[in-house]
Protein backbone atom coordinates (compact mmCIF):
# COMPACT_ATOMS: atom_id res chain seq x y z
CA UNK A 1 0.00 0.00 0.00
CA UNK A 2 1.56 3.06 -1.07
CA UNK A 3 1.84 5.96 1.33
CA UNK A 4 2.00 8.96 -0.84
CA UNK A 5 4.18 12.27 -1.57
CA UNK A 6 4.21 13.84 1.71
CA UNK A 7 6.54 13.38 4.17
CA UNK A 8 4.18 13.70 6.87
CA UNK A 9 0.87 12.68 7.46
CA UNK A 10 -1.28 15.18 10.70
CA UNK A 11 -5.28 14.25 11.58
CA UNK A 12 -6.96 17.04 13.37
CA UNK A 13 -9.64 15.31 14.89
CA UNK A 14 -12.15 18.70 14.95
CA UNK A 15 -14.93 17.85 17.44
CA UNK A 16 -18.28 18.74 19.07
CA UNK A 17 -16.75 18.67 22.60
CA UNK A 18 -13.47 18.12 22.52
CA UNK A 19 -10.63 18.40 19.78
CA UNK A 20 -7.09 17.17 19.31
CA UNK A 21 -4.18 16.19 16.64
CA UNK A 22 -1.89 13.45 15.85
CA UNK A 23 0.75 12.74 13.29
CA UNK A 24 3.18 10.47 11.74
CA UNK A 25 6.65 10.27 9.35
CA UNK A 26 5.65 8.53 6.09
CA UNK A 27 9.39 6.65 6.49
CA UNK A 28 7.49 5.37 10.32
CA UNK A 29 4.66 4.62 8.80
CA UNK A 30 6.58 2.20 5.98
CA UNK A 31 8.31 0.39 8.80
CA UNK A 32 5.35 0.43 11.44
CA UNK A 33 2.28 1.72 10.94
CA UNK A 34 0.97 2.65 14.32
CA UNK A 35 4.35 4.88 15.27
CA UNK A 36 1.38 7.78 15.49
CA UNK A 37 2.27 10.53 18.05
CA UNK A 38 -0.75 12.02 19.45
CA UNK A 39 -0.79 15.56 21.45
CA UNK A 40 -0.73 14.60 24.85
CA UNK A 41 0.08 18.25 26.52
CA UNK A 42 -3.12 19.59 26.79
CA UNK A 43 -3.83 20.70 30.47
CA UNK A 44 -7.00 22.54 32.38
CA UNK A 45 -5.11 23.99 35.02
CA UNK A 46 -8.22 24.79 37.29
CA UNK A 47 -9.00 20.95 37.13
CA UNK A 48 -5.73 19.37 36.53
CA UNK A 49 -6.90 18.01 34.14
CA UNK A 50 -4.35 16.12 31.40
CA UNK A 51 -5.52 14.82 28.16
CA UNK A 52 -4.55 14.16 24.60
CA UNK A 53 -7.57 16.39 23.41
CA UNK A 54 -8.57 20.19 24.74
CA UNK A 55 -12.23 21.77 25.03
CA UNK A 56 -13.48 22.74 21.68
CA UNK A 57 -13.98 25.97 22.80
CA UNK A 58 -13.25 29.70 21.24
CA UNK A 59 -12.56 33.00 22.41
CA UNK A 60 -12.20 35.38 20.38
CA UNK A 61 -11.43 39.69 21.24
CA UNK A 62 -13.58 42.24 21.31
CA UNK A 63 -12.16 43.48 17.70
CA UNK A 64 -13.05 39.84 16.47
CA UNK A 65 -9.68 38.54 16.72
CA UNK A 66 -8.05 35.39 17.75
CA UNK A 67 -7.49 35.36 21.35
CA UNK A 68 -7.18 31.42 22.84
CA UNK A 69 -8.78 28.21 21.85
CA UNK A 70 -9.41 25.17 24.30
CA UNK A 71 -8.65 25.22 27.79
CA UNK A 72 -6.75 28.28 27.40
CA UNK A 73 -9.90 29.79 26.01
CA UNK A 74 -11.64 28.57 29.23
CA UNK A 75 -9.09 29.93 31.51
CA UNK A 76 -8.82 33.48 30.08
CA UNK A 77 -12.49 33.55 29.89
CA UNK A 78 -13.59 32.48 33.70
CA UNK A 79 -10.02 35.35 34.33
CA UNK A 80 -12.23 37.59 32.49
CA UNK A 81 -15.73 37.33 34.34
CA UNK A 82 -13.73 36.77 37.69
CA UNK A 83 -11.87 39.83 37.42
CA UNK A 84 -14.55 42.03 36.22
CA UNK A 85 -13.40 43.29 33.63
CA UNK A 86 -15.65 46.36 31.84
CA UNK A 87 -15.61 45.02 28.18
CA UNK A 88 -15.94 41.19 29.08
CA UNK A 89 -19.06 40.92 27.12
CA UNK A 90 -17.43 42.63 24.16
CA UNK A 91 -15.47 39.09 24.04
CA UNK A 92 -16.50 36.55 21.89
CA UNK A 93 -16.86 33.06 23.27
CA UNK A 94 -17.75 30.07 21.63
CA UNK A 95 -18.37 26.32 22.98
CA UNK A 96 -19.62 23.22 21.34
CA UNK A 97 -20.10 24.79 17.86
CA UNK A 98 -19.64 21.96 15.55
CA UNK A 99 -23.38 20.67 15.21
CA UNK A 100 -24.44 23.94 13.38
CA UNK A 101 -23.31 22.06 10.32
CA UNK A 102 -25.59 19.06 10.90
CA UNK A 103 -28.40 21.15 12.63
CA UNK A 104 -28.87 23.90 9.97
CA UNK A 105 -31.23 22.53 7.11
CA UNK A 106 -30.03 24.88 4.72
CA UNK A 107 -26.26 25.98 4.53
CA UNK A 108 -24.39 28.26 2.78
CA UNK A 109 -21.11 30.80 3.05
CA UNK A 110 -23.16 33.29 5.27
CA UNK A 111 -24.68 31.55 7.89
CA UNK A 112 -23.94 32.82 11.51
CA UNK A 113 -23.10 31.26 14.71
CA UNK A 114 -24.21 32.94 18.39
CA UNK A 115 -21.80 33.06 21.35
CA UNK A 116 -22.81 31.80 24.30
CA UNK A 117 -24.12 35.90 25.06
CA UNK A 118 -26.01 35.74 21.80
CA UNK A 119 -23.06 38.11 19.62
CA UNK A 120 -23.39 36.37 15.75
CA UNK A 121 -20.37 35.87 13.89
CA UNK A 122 -19.81 34.10 10.26
CA UNK A 123 -19.77 31.09 11.36
CA UNK A 124 -16.95 30.40 8.57
CA UNK A 125 -14.74 32.91 10.71
CA UNK A 126 -15.52 30.82 13.90
CA UNK A 127 -14.26 27.17 12.19
CA UNK A 128 -11.22 28.54 10.32
CA UNK A 129 -10.08 30.49 13.41
CA UNK A 130 -10.18 26.91 15.75
CA UNK A 131 -8.87 25.11 13.00
CA UNK A 132 -6.31 27.42 12.44
CA UNK A 133 -5.04 26.88 15.90
CA UNK A 134 -4.81 23.67 15.91
CA UNK A 135 -2.70 23.09 12.54
CA UNK A 136 -0.41 26.16 14.41
CA UNK A 137 -0.28 24.06 17.08
CA UNK A 138 0.70 21.39 15.34
CA UNK A 139 3.39 23.09 13.38
CA UNK A 140 4.90 24.38 17.12
CA UNK A 141 5.25 20.68 18.33
CA UNK A 142 6.67 19.36 15.19
CA UNK A 143 9.27 22.79 15.52
CA UNK A 144 10.00 21.53 19.17
CA UNK A 145 10.87 18.64 17.92
CA UNK A 146 13.63 19.85 15.62
CA UNK A 147 11.51 18.19 12.71
CA UNK A 148 12.74 20.02 9.34
CA UNK A 149 9.02 19.72 7.64
CA UNK A 150 7.34 22.58 5.89
CA UNK A 151 3.53 23.34 6.14
CA UNK A 152 3.27 22.49 2.39
CA UNK A 153 5.09 18.82 2.79
CA UNK A 154 2.16 18.05 5.36
CA UNK A 155 -0.99 15.47 3.95
CA UNK A 156 -3.27 17.44 6.53
CA UNK A 157 -6.47 14.90 7.39
CA UNK A 158 -9.64 16.62 8.85
CA UNK A 159 -12.26 14.45 10.65
CA UNK A 160 -15.74 14.67 9.77
CA UNK A 161 -18.87 12.76 11.19
CA UNK A 162 -20.29 10.37 8.49
CA UNK A 163 -24.03 11.40 8.86
CA UNK A 164 -22.79 14.76 7.47
CA UNK A 165 -24.20 16.04 4.10
CA UNK A 166 -22.19 17.82 0.94
CA UNK A 167 -22.91 21.20 1.86
CA UNK A 168 -21.19 20.05 5.62
CA UNK A 169 -18.47 18.76 4.30
CA UNK A 170 -17.54 21.89 1.75
CA UNK A 171 -17.94 24.18 4.57
CA UNK A 172 -15.75 22.43 6.26
CA UNK A 173 -13.28 22.33 3.58
CA UNK A 174 -13.30 25.62 3.20
CA UNK A 175 -13.03 26.59 6.70
CA UNK A 176 -9.99 24.43 6.49
CA UNK A 177 -8.36 26.12 3.51
CA UNK A 178 -9.01 29.66 5.26
CA UNK A 179 -7.13 28.72 7.89
CA UNK A 180 -4.50 28.12 5.87
CA UNK A 181 -4.08 24.41 4.79
CA UNK A 182 -3.41 23.99 0.73
CA UNK A 183 -6.48 22.59 -0.37
CA UNK A 184 -4.39 19.85 -2.32
CA UNK A 185 -2.90 18.85 0.65
CA UNK A 186 -6.43 18.62 2.37
CA UNK A 187 -8.35 15.13 3.15
CA UNK A 188 -11.47 14.77 4.68
CA UNK A 189 -12.27 11.56 6.62
CA UNK A 190 -15.35 10.10 7.86
CA UNK A 191 -14.71 9.25 11.61
CA UNK A 192 -16.45 5.73 11.84
CA UNK A 193 -13.97 5.13 8.62
CA UNK A 194 -10.86 6.38 10.32
CA UNK A 195 -11.54 4.18 13.30
CA UNK A 196 -12.43 0.96 11.44
CA UNK A 197 -8.79 1.78 9.78
CA UNK A 198 -7.24 1.60 13.27
CA UNK A 199 -9.30 -0.83 15.08
CA UNK A 200 -8.32 -3.46 11.69
CA UNK A 201 -4.40 -2.56 12.34
CA UNK A 202 -3.92 -2.80 16.48
CA UNK A 203 -2.85 -5.81 17.97
CA UNK A 204 -6.21 -7.92 18.67
CA UNK A 205 -4.61 -8.15 22.62
CA UNK A 206 -5.30 -4.34 22.86
CA UNK A 207 -9.14 -4.87 22.49
CA UNK A 208 -11.55 -5.83 25.26
CA UNK A 209 -14.85 -7.76 24.98
CA UNK A 210 -15.73 -7.61 28.43
CA UNK A 211 -14.95 -10.98 28.97
CA UNK A 212 -12.38 -11.83 30.89
CA UNK A 213 -12.43 -15.50 30.22
CA UNK A 214 -12.00 -14.53 26.79
CA UNK A 215 -8.42 -14.85 25.99
CA UNK A 216 -8.47 -15.02 22.07
CA UNK A 217 -10.15 -12.24 19.68
CA UNK A 218 -10.55 -13.38 16.09
CA UNK A 219 -8.50 -11.30 14.01
CA UNK A 220 -9.33 -9.10 11.33
CA UNK A 221 -9.69 -11.77 8.37
CA UNK A 222 -10.48 -11.65 4.67
CA UNK A 223 -13.73 -11.50 4.86
CA UNK A 224 -14.75 -10.42 8.15
CA UNK A 225 -17.43 -8.20 8.68
CA UNK A 226 -17.56 -5.33 11.45
CA UNK A 227 -19.68 -2.74 12.45
CA UNK A 228 -18.10 0.31 14.21
CA UNK A 229 -19.51 2.51 16.65
CA UNK A 230 -18.13 6.09 16.59
CA UNK A 231 -19.69 7.70 19.53
CA UNK A 232 -18.83 11.57 19.77
CA UNK A 233 -19.65 14.48 21.49
CA UNK A 234 -22.05 15.24 19.14
CA UNK A 235 -22.89 12.30 17.39
CA UNK A 236 -23.40 8.78 17.17
CA UNK A 237 -21.90 7.41 13.30
CA UNK A 238 -22.16 3.96 12.75
CA UNK A 239 -20.51 2.23 9.85
CA UNK A 240 -20.58 -1.42 8.76
CA UNK A 241 -17.37 -2.90 6.78
CA UNK A 242 -16.04 -5.99 5.30
CA UNK A 243 -12.08 -6.89 4.92
CA UNK A 244 -11.49 -7.22 1.41
CA UNK A 245 -7.70 -7.77 1.62
CA UNK A 246 -4.81 -7.22 3.85
CA UNK A 247 -5.04 -3.57 3.59
CA UNK A 248 -8.34 -2.38 2.13
CA UNK A 249 -12.05 -2.12 3.31
CA UNK A 250 -15.36 -2.36 1.72
CA UNK A 251 -18.68 -0.54 3.06
CA UNK A 252 -21.27 -2.99 3.28
CA UNK A 253 -23.51 -0.49 5.03
CA UNK A 254 -24.39 3.19 4.17
CA UNK A 255 -23.13 5.26 6.95
CA UNK A 256 -25.96 6.55 9.39
CA UNK A 257 -26.19 7.63 13.00
CA UNK A 258 -27.58 10.63 14.88
CA UNK A 259 -27.16 13.19 17.25
CA UNK A 260 -27.30 11.25 19.65
CA UNK A 261 -23.52 12.04 21.56
CA UNK A 262 -22.53 12.52 24.93
CA UNK A 263 -23.95 16.22 25.38
CA UNK A 264 -26.91 14.54 25.16
CA UNK A 265 -26.41 13.34 28.49
CA UNK A 266 -25.07 16.87 29.87
CA UNK A 267 -28.68 18.64 28.47
CA UNK A 268 -30.36 15.50 30.43
CA UNK A 269 -28.06 16.42 33.58
CA UNK A 270 -29.26 19.96 33.06
CA UNK A 271 -33.09 18.99 32.77
CA UNK A 272 -32.57 17.05 36.29
CA UNK A 273 -30.64 20.16 38.08
CA UNK A 274 -33.74 21.88 36.68
CA UNK A 275 -36.25 19.85 37.73
CA UNK A 276 -34.73 20.21 41.91
CA UNK A 277 -34.23 24.12 42.13
CA UNK A 278 -36.49 25.20 39.06
CA UNK A 279 -35.81 26.44 35.49
CA UNK A 280 -35.41 30.17 36.57
CA UNK A 281 -33.12 29.90 39.29
CA UNK A 282 -31.04 27.31 36.91
CA UNK A 283 -30.99 29.97 34.39
CA UNK A 284 -29.87 32.55 36.70
CA UNK A 285 -26.82 30.47 38.26
CA UNK A 286 -25.82 30.05 34.40
CA UNK A 287 -25.88 33.91 33.71
CA UNK A 288 -24.46 35.21 36.79
CA UNK A 289 -21.92 32.27 37.67
CA UNK A 290 -20.42 31.08 34.44
CA UNK A 291 -16.96 30.03 36.49
CA UNK A 292 -18.70 27.97 38.77
CA UNK A 293 -20.83 26.88 35.46
CA UNK A 294 -17.64 25.54 33.86
CA UNK A 295 -16.55 24.09 37.06
CA UNK A 296 -20.09 21.98 37.08
CA UNK A 297 -19.23 20.83 33.62
CA UNK A 298 -16.00 19.24 34.38
CA UNK A 299 -16.84 17.53 36.93
CA UNK A 300 -19.96 16.11 35.42
CA UNK A 301 -17.71 14.97 32.62
CA UNK A 302 -15.59 13.20 34.81
CA UNK A 303 -18.09 11.64 36.62
CA UNK A 304 -20.02 10.46 33.45
CA UNK A 305 -17.19 8.37 32.25
CA UNK A 306 -16.72 6.18 35.76
CA UNK A 307 -19.84 5.43 36.70
CA UNK A 308 -20.69 1.90 35.01
CA UNK A 309 -24.24 0.82 36.19
CA UNK A 310 -27.52 1.43 38.65
CA UNK A 311 -25.80 -0.87 40.68
CA UNK A 312 -23.69 1.77 42.43
CA UNK A 313 -23.53 3.66 45.41
CA UNK A 314 -24.96 6.88 45.12
CA UNK A 315 -22.97 9.41 42.46
CA UNK A 316 -21.07 12.16 44.17
CA UNK A 317 -20.59 14.94 42.94
CA UNK A 318 -19.32 18.39 44.02
CA UNK A 319 -21.63 21.17 42.92
CA UNK A 320 -20.52 25.04 43.58
CA UNK A 321 -21.79 26.64 46.62
CA UNK A 322 -23.90 29.29 43.86
CA UNK A 323 -26.31 26.65 42.82
CA UNK A 324 -28.08 25.83 45.73
CA UNK A 325 -27.54 29.63 47.30
CA UNK A 326 -29.13 30.82 43.57
CA UNK A 327 -31.79 29.13 44.58
CA UNK A 328 -32.36 30.54 48.28
CA UNK A 329 -31.90 33.73 47.40
CA UNK A 330 -34.77 33.75 45.22
CA UNK A 331 -37.27 31.71 46.37
CA UNK A 332 -36.26 31.86 50.59
CA UNK A 333 -36.97 28.49 50.84
CA UNK A 334 -33.51 25.98 51.88
CA UNK A 335 -32.15 23.53 49.44
CA UNK A 336 -33.70 20.94 51.16
CA UNK A 337 -37.15 22.32 50.60
CA UNK A 338 -35.85 22.35 46.51
CA UNK A 339 -35.48 18.92 46.83
CA UNK A 340 -38.35 17.68 49.06
CA UNK A 341 -40.69 19.72 46.50
CA UNK A 342 -38.87 17.88 43.45
CA UNK A 343 -39.88 14.98 41.13
CA UNK A 344 -36.20 13.47 42.69
CA UNK A 345 -37.20 13.82 46.68
CA UNK A 346 -35.54 10.95 48.44
CA UNK A 347 -33.00 10.33 45.30
CA UNK A 348 -30.71 13.49 45.38
CA UNK A 349 -29.10 15.30 48.96
CA UNK A 350 -27.21 17.71 49.32
CA UNK A 351 -24.03 17.87 51.64
CA UNK A 352 -22.28 20.97 52.14
CA UNK A 353 -20.27 21.11 48.59
CA UNK A 354 -21.80 17.63 48.02
CA UNK A 355 -24.95 16.32 45.75
CA UNK A 356 -25.58 12.59 46.22
CA UNK A 357 -27.28 11.39 43.23
CA UNK A 358 -29.09 7.78 43.21
CA UNK A 359 -27.36 5.93 40.86
CA UNK A 360 -30.66 4.80 38.86
CA UNK A 361 -31.29 8.11 38.29
CA UNK A 362 -28.07 9.37 37.72
CA UNK A 363 -27.90 6.58 34.83
CA UNK A 364 -31.46 8.09 33.84
CA UNK A 365 -29.37 10.92 32.01
CA UNK A 366 -28.10 8.07 29.60
CA UNK A 367 -31.32 7.02 28.80
CA UNK A 368 -31.94 8.91 25.51
CA UNK A 369 -28.92 7.95 24.00
CA UNK A 370 -28.26 4.61 24.57
CA UNK A 371 -31.92 3.05 23.72
CA UNK A 372 -31.83 5.57 20.20
CA UNK A 373 -28.30 3.60 19.73
CA UNK A 374 -29.91 0.00 20.73
CA UNK A 375 -33.09 0.65 18.56
CA UNK A 376 -30.19 1.93 15.81
CA UNK A 377 -28.27 -0.69 15.87
CA UNK A 378 -31.00 -3.37 15.65
CA UNK A 379 -32.12 -2.54 12.75
CA UNK A 380 -29.17 -2.75 10.95
CA UNK A 381 -28.72 -5.80 12.46
CA UNK A 382 -32.16 -7.01 10.86
CA UNK A 383 -31.41 -5.92 7.20
CA UNK A 384 -30.95 -8.63 5.04
CA UNK A 385 -27.94 -7.66 3.97
CA UNK A 386 -26.02 -7.69 7.49
CA UNK A 387 -28.52 -9.79 9.34
CA UNK A 388 -26.41 -13.31 10.72
CA UNK A 389 -23.22 -11.93 8.56
CA UNK A 390 -21.71 -9.65 11.09
CA UNK A 391 -18.52 -10.96 12.98
CA UNK A 392 -18.43 -7.64 16.03
CA UNK A 393 -19.35 -4.60 16.67
CA UNK A 394 -16.56 -2.44 17.75
CA UNK A 395 -17.27 0.49 20.22
CA UNK A 396 -14.28 3.97 19.70
CA UNK A 397 -14.97 7.21 20.31
CA UNK A 398 -14.48 9.36 23.78
CA UNK A 399 -17.99 8.87 24.99
CA UNK A 400 -17.17 4.75 24.48
CA UNK A 401 -15.37 5.59 27.98
CA UNK A 402 -18.75 5.80 29.42
CA UNK A 403 -18.72 2.78 31.10
CA UNK A 404 -22.73 3.01 31.30
CA UNK A 405 -23.29 3.01 27.63
CA UNK A 406 -21.03 0.26 26.89
CA UNK A 407 -22.56 -2.08 29.40
CA UNK A 408 -26.04 -1.24 27.83
CA UNK A 409 -24.98 -2.36 24.28
CA UNK A 410 -23.45 -5.49 25.95
CA UNK A 411 -26.57 -6.31 27.39
CA UNK A 412 -28.90 -5.21 24.53
CA UNK A 413 -26.70 -7.56 22.02
CA UNK A 414 -25.36 -10.27 24.30
CA UNK A 415 -24.77 -12.59 21.74
CA UNK A 416 -22.51 -10.19 20.10
CA UNK A 417 -19.11 -9.73 20.57
CA UNK A 418 -18.77 -6.05 21.67
CA UNK A 419 -15.57 -4.61 21.52
CA UNK A 420 -13.86 -1.77 22.97
CA UNK A 421 -10.47 -1.00 21.70
CA UNK A 422 -7.84 0.27 25.14
CA UNK A 423 -7.29 3.53 23.43
CA UNK A 424 -10.94 4.36 22.17
CA UNK A 425 -10.50 7.65 22.46
CA UNK A 426 -7.67 7.89 20.07
CA UNK A 427 -9.02 5.53 17.48
CA UNK A 428 -10.50 7.98 15.11
CA UNK A 429 -7.34 10.30 14.99
CA UNK A 430 -5.07 7.82 14.82
CA UNK A 431 -7.11 6.14 11.98
CA UNK A 432 -7.39 9.45 10.34
CA UNK A 433 -3.76 9.44 10.34
CA UNK A 434 -3.83 5.75 8.73
CA UNK A 435 -5.82 7.42 6.21
CA UNK A 436 -4.06 10.17 4.88
CA UNK A 437 -1.28 7.36 3.94
CA UNK A 438 -3.44 6.01 2.01
CA UNK A 439 -7.13 7.25 1.33
CA UNK A 440 -8.10 4.43 -0.73
CA UNK A 441 -7.95 1.90 2.05
CA UNK A 442 -11.72 2.20 1.87
CA UNK A 443 -12.06 0.73 -1.61
CA UNK A 444 -15.78 1.34 -1.83
CA UNK A 445 -18.57 2.99 -0.32
CA UNK A 446 -22.47 2.78 -0.61
CA UNK A 447 -24.31 5.89 -2.08
CA UNK A 448 -26.88 7.04 0.83
CA UNK A 449 -28.90 8.73 -1.70
CA UNK A 450 -29.49 8.61 -5.65
CA UNK A 451 -27.81 11.61 -7.57
CA UNK A 452 -28.66 13.18 -10.84
CA UNK A 453 -29.41 16.39 -12.94
CA UNK A 454 -32.97 17.37 -14.37
CA UNK A 455 -33.02 16.21 -18.35
CA UNK A 456 -35.33 16.78 -21.48
CA UNK A 457 -36.78 13.19 -22.13
CA UNK A 458 -39.04 11.74 -24.81
CA UNK A 459 -42.57 11.67 -23.28
CA UNK A 460 -43.98 8.73 -21.90
CA UNK A 461 -47.83 9.33 -21.02
CA UNK A 462 -47.80 6.27 -18.78
CA UNK A 463 -44.73 8.02 -16.50
CA UNK A 464 -44.72 11.42 -17.06
CA UNK A 465 -46.82 14.19 -15.55
CA UNK A 466 -48.53 16.58 -18.09
CA UNK A 467 -47.70 19.55 -16.79
CA UNK A 468 -44.13 18.68 -17.48
CA UNK A 469 -45.10 18.04 -21.74
CA UNK A 470 -43.28 20.43 -24.39
CA UNK A 471 -42.88 20.06 -27.98
CA UNK A 472 -39.96 20.81 -30.01
CA UNK A 473 -40.45 20.16 -34.28
CA UNK A 474 -42.99 18.17 -33.71
CA UNK A 475 -42.23 15.49 -30.97
CA UNK A 476 -43.04 15.83 -27.60
CA UNK A 477 -40.71 16.17 -24.58
CA UNK A 478 -40.80 15.84 -20.86
CA UNK A 479 -38.69 18.66 -18.78
CA UNK A 480 -37.08 18.47 -15.42
CA UNK A 481 -36.82 14.42 -15.33
CA UNK A 482 -34.45 12.62 -13.05
CA UNK A 483 -30.95 11.84 -15.01
CA UNK A 484 -29.65 9.78 -12.78
CA UNK A 485 -26.16 9.34 -12.12
CA UNK A 486 -25.99 6.83 -9.18
CA UNK A 487 -28.67 5.25 -7.23
CA UNK A 488 -29.61 5.08 -3.18
CA UNK A 489 -27.55 1.90 -2.44
CA UNK A 490 -25.36 1.67 -4.99
CA UNK A 491 -21.65 0.31 -4.67
CA UNK A 492 -18.93 3.39 -5.55
CA UNK A 493 -16.34 2.25 -6.37
CA UNK A 494 -12.90 4.54 -5.68
CA UNK A 495 -11.58 5.78 -9.04
CA UNK A 496 -14.87 4.82 -11.16
CA UNK A 497 -16.58 7.60 -11.91
CA UNK A 498 -19.62 7.81 -13.80
CA UNK A 499 -19.14 9.76 -17.62
CA UNK A 500 -21.94 11.59 -18.74
CA UNK A 501 -22.22 13.55 -21.96
CA UNK A 502 -23.40 16.97 -21.96
CA UNK A 503 -23.91 19.01 -24.80
CA UNK A 504 -23.01 22.92 -25.28
CA UNK A 505 -26.07 26.05 -25.02
CA UNK A 506 -24.07 29.09 -24.72
CA UNK A 507 -20.65 29.37 -26.78
CA UNK A 508 -18.71 31.84 -24.28
CA UNK A 509 -20.70 30.99 -20.90
CA UNK A 510 -19.82 28.24 -18.33
CA UNK A 511 -21.84 24.94 -17.97
CA UNK A 512 -23.77 24.87 -15.49
CA UNK A 513 -25.93 21.42 -14.16
CA UNK A 514 -27.83 21.55 -11.29
CA UNK A 515 -27.85 18.32 -8.88
CA UNK A 516 -30.59 16.81 -7.65
CA UNK A 517 -31.04 14.04 -4.79
CA UNK A 518 -33.58 11.83 -3.60
CA UNK A 519 -33.90 9.18 -1.42
CA UNK A 520 -35.87 7.03 -3.99
CA UNK A 521 -33.38 4.10 -5.61
CA UNK A 522 -35.28 5.14 -8.93
CA UNK A 523 -36.98 8.75 -9.12
CA UNK A 524 -39.03 10.04 -12.32
CA UNK A 525 -39.07 13.73 -11.74
CA UNK A 526 -36.53 16.14 -9.94
CA UNK A 527 -39.79 17.95 -9.03
CA UNK A 528 -42.08 15.13 -6.99
CA UNK A 529 -41.87 14.82 -3.26
CA UNK A 530 -38.84 14.10 -1.78
CA UNK A 531 -36.55 15.16 -4.42
CA UNK A 532 -34.30 17.86 -3.43
CA UNK A 533 -31.38 20.48 -4.93
CA UNK A 534 -27.91 19.90 -3.68
CA UNK A 535 -25.64 22.18 -5.62
CA UNK A 536 -24.13 22.47 -8.64
CA UNK A 537 -21.40 21.09 -11.25
CA UNK A 538 -19.70 23.94 -13.08
CA UNK A 539 -17.38 23.38 -16.16
CA UNK A 540 -15.62 26.70 -17.20
CA UNK A 541 -15.27 27.36 -20.76
CA UNK A 542 -11.80 27.67 -22.46
CA UNK A 543 -10.51 31.81 -22.82
CA UNK A 544 -11.13 31.46 -26.34
CA UNK A 545 -15.04 29.87 -25.78
CA UNK A 546 -16.39 26.49 -26.76
CA UNK A 547 -16.41 25.35 -30.04
CA UNK A 548 -19.58 25.18 -32.65
CA UNK A 549 -19.52 20.77 -32.12
CA UNK A 550 -18.21 20.91 -28.61
CA UNK A 551 -19.65 18.14 -26.49
CA UNK A 552 -18.38 17.97 -22.97
CA UNK A 553 -17.85 14.50 -21.11
CA UNK A 554 -18.26 14.65 -17.61
CA UNK A 555 -16.34 12.07 -14.79
CA UNK A 556 -18.70 12.13 -11.15
CA UNK A 557 -16.71 9.98 -8.05
CA UNK A 558 -19.38 9.36 -6.02
CA UNK A 559 -16.82 6.71 -4.04
CA UNK A 560 -14.41 9.30 -2.28
CA UNK A 561 -15.79 11.21 1.32
CA UNK A 562 -16.33 14.26 -1.06
CA UNK A 563 -17.53 14.32 -4.71
CA UNK A 564 -15.00 15.09 -6.91
CA UNK A 565 -15.98 15.99 -11.06
CA UNK A 566 -13.59 16.55 -13.92
CA UNK A 567 -14.52 17.24 -17.39
CA UNK A 568 -12.64 17.06 -21.26
CA UNK A 569 -13.50 17.58 -24.43
CA UNK A 570 -15.45 14.68 -25.91
CA UNK A 571 -13.46 15.08 -29.29
CA UNK A 572 -10.44 15.82 -27.96
CA UNK A 573 -9.74 13.94 -25.04
CA UNK A 574 -6.55 15.27 -24.42
CA UNK A 575 -8.18 18.86 -23.38
CA UNK A 576 -9.59 19.05 -20.10
CA UNK A 577 -11.51 21.78 -18.44
CA UNK A 578 -12.05 23.29 -14.82
CA UNK A 579 -14.92 21.93 -13.08
CA UNK A 580 -16.38 22.46 -9.74
CA UNK A 581 -19.05 20.79 -7.86
CA UNK A 582 -20.65 23.54 -5.68
CA UNK A 583 -22.94 22.65 -2.62
CA UNK A 584 -22.92 25.69 -0.65
CA UNK A 585 -24.03 29.04 -3.21
CA UNK A 586 -26.76 27.76 -5.00
CA UNK A 587 -27.79 24.87 -2.00
CA UNK A 588 -32.14 24.91 -2.58
CA UNK A 589 -34.55 22.31 -0.53
CA UNK A 590 -34.11 20.40 2.66
CA UNK A 591 -32.61 16.78 2.82
CA UNK A 592 -35.08 14.11 3.96
CA UNK A 593 -34.46 13.13 7.25
CA UNK A 594 -33.25 9.59 7.31
Given at each position: ???????L?????????????????R??????R??????T?????????????????????????????????????????????E???????F??F?????E??????N??????????????????????Y??????????????????D?I??V???????????????????I???????????????????????????????????????????????????L???????????????G???????????????????V?????????N????????????E????L????????????????????????????A?????????????????????????????????????????K??????????????????????????????????????????????????????I????????V?????????C?T??????????????V??V????????????E???????????????A?????????????????????????L????????????????????????????????????S??E??????????????????????S??????????????????
Open positions: MASGDNLVAAIDFGTTFSGYAFSFHEYDLNLNIYANSWIAGGAGLVSWKTPTTLLLNPDKSFNSFGYQAEEEYIGLLDNNEDKDRYYYKRKMLLHKEKLDRVTIADIGGKKMPALDVFYLSIGLKDNLMHTLKNRNVGIHEERFLTIPAIWNEPAKQFMREAAKAGILSKNLVLALEPEAASLYCKTIPVDRMDTGNPEETSIIPFQEGMSYMVDLGGGTVDVTVHQVTEDTLREIYRASGGAWGGTKDEAFQNLLKVINEDCFKTFCQNRPDLDLEREFELRKRTVVDSAAKPVVLKVPVLPSTYEDLTGKSRDDAIKESVHDGKIKFKRDKMHIDADLFCCFSECTESIKTHVKTILQKPEIEGHLDAIIMVGGFSESGIIVKSVRDAFPDMRVVPQDAGLAVKGAVLYGHPAISSRLCKLSYGVARAFKPDIHPENQKSVDGKFYCNNVFGKFVAGDEAKIGEPVKRHFGITSPNAPVIDIYASSKKNPVMVTEEGCFNIGSITVRSPESGWNADQIVDMDFGGTEFTVSARDLNDRTTFSATFDFLERMRGEEPSE
